[in-house]
């Protein structure tokens, strides 16, 4: 059987097949050859390897092209936090004492300005700026040496308060056996259970009532109940016990809580007033050391302008109002 050409290709040449040079003919076994060759060719090609299996790299890369794809499907807000670069946190120093201390830069500035910073008003003049500077200085040093005697104080009050829970539970256990009356035992045992802070009477779990009581746990009302178990063991002779439980001893600790107690008051207040007068030197409205650093700024403003290399050496040096600072 002859196959003829069409436009000068044979027939299998149309359909992609080797084919001899153009214009001959090929016979029934050499096409039915090349049609065997190219469903053989399209087998092999369903199972060529793919990238992935070919190379490490582009499996690598496929991975983060789905990853990248899986990310946008779930929004862009969330790809948005991914690409960002996370900007380091700045964090810069406030207080009290570096208010103090940048007031002292700027001060030094104008001292360095010399006759060419000249203010109308005397509240920013230089005079002003080192006697406010003193006092500010001098009133951060006292809150200083203010705090270390209340701290002082408070150590000693917790040393004085120590043990007292633990104590007083041995004293009513030897009180207990000592042969003192059953009602003196039970008196004993009541003082006991205020030290301890645990109720006289046992609320039921049955009971809806509202029962507002306190604890008496405050120092005043543990140096009270201490008194009231000093009291107690005064009236007994048979009560003896060891050293650090007799009632001399239960005097001692007694007098020094309340001498500490007495300090810490004293302290605490001085320490309150202290903290006052700081705040009123620094802070006030109108004369305060925070509001006369923003006068000189607006001198120095005003005078130079604001482009002026003056202004720029002040404009920077922050200061920062505490909360209620017009109520000073």
Same mark, same amino acid.
């Given at each position: ?5 069409? /436009? ?5 040449? !149309? ?7 153009? @214009? ?9 050859? /090349? ?5 053989? !060719?399209? @087998?092999?090609?369903? =199972? ?16 983060? !092209? ?9 929004? %862009?807000? &969330? ?5 960002? *670069? ?11 004492? #570096? ?12 001292? @360095? ?33 203010? $705090? %270390? ?17 633990? +104590?007083?539970?041995?004293? *009513? ?12 035992? =039970? ?5 006991? %259970? ?5 109720? #006289?009477?046992? $609320? ?5 009532? &509202? ?9 005043? /009302?543990?140096?009270?109940?201490? +008194? ?15 050293? &650090? $439980? ?29 903290? !006052?007068?700081?705040?009123?030197? #620094? ?13 000189? *700024?607006?001198?120095? $403003?005003?005078?130079? @302008? ?13 200061? *920062?109002? #505490? ?6």
């Amino acid at each position: 059987m002859e196959t003829y050409h069409n /436009n000068g290709f044979a027939s299998y040449q !149309l359909n992609d097949h080797d084919s001899p040079a153009l @214009g001959h003919e090929a016979n029934d076994g050499l096409q039915q050859n /090349n049609l065997l060759m190219k469903e053989v !060719l399209q @087998g092999e090609e369903q =199972k060529a390897p793919t990238a992935k299996m070919e190379s490490p790299e582009a499996e690598s890369k496929a991975k983060a !092209l789905t990853k990248r794809v899986t990310k946008a499907q779930a929004g %862009s807000a &969330d790809l948005k936090a991914v690409k960002e *670069k996370k900007k380091p946190a700045r964090y810069r120093e406030t207080g009290h004492s #570096i208010n103090v201390q940048h007031f002292a830069m700027l001060k030094q500035i104008i001292i @360095g300005f010399g006759s060419d910073y000249v203010s109308p008003n005397p509240l920013y003049a230089l005079s002003n700026l080192e006697l406010l500077y003193t006092t500010a200085n001098a009133s951060v040093e006292t809150v200083t040496n203010k $705090l %270390s005697l209340y701290q002082q104080d408070i150590d000693a009050q917790t040393v004085a308060f120590s043990k007292l829970k633990k +104590d007083a539970t041995r004293t *009513k256990n030897v009180f207990a056996i000592c042969g003192a009356p059953v009602e003196a035992v =039970k008196r004993c045992e009541s003082i006991n %259970s205020l030290i301890q802070g645990e109720r #006289i009477i046992k $609320l039921k779990t049955t009971d809806n009532k &509202d029962h507002v009581s306190a604890s008496h746990q405050s120092h005043t /009302n543990q140096i009270k109940h201490v +008194d009231s178990l000093i009291e107690l063991l005064s009236a007994y002779p048979e009560y003896v016990a060891p050293a &650090d $439980l007799t009632v001399a001893a239960w005097t001692t600790r007694r007098d020094a809580m309340y001498n500490t107690l007495q300090a810490v008051t004293v302290t605490s207040v001085d320490l309150k007033m202290a903290r !006052l007068d700081r705040n009123i030197t #620094i802070y006030a409205p109108i004369n305060g050391l925070v509001e006369v650093a923003y006068g000189v *700024k607006k001198v120095v $403003l005003g005078f130079f @302008g604001a482009r002026s290399p003056q202004y720029r050496m002040v404009s920077g040096i922050e200061f *920062k109002r #505490i909360k209620d600072y017009k109520n000073l």
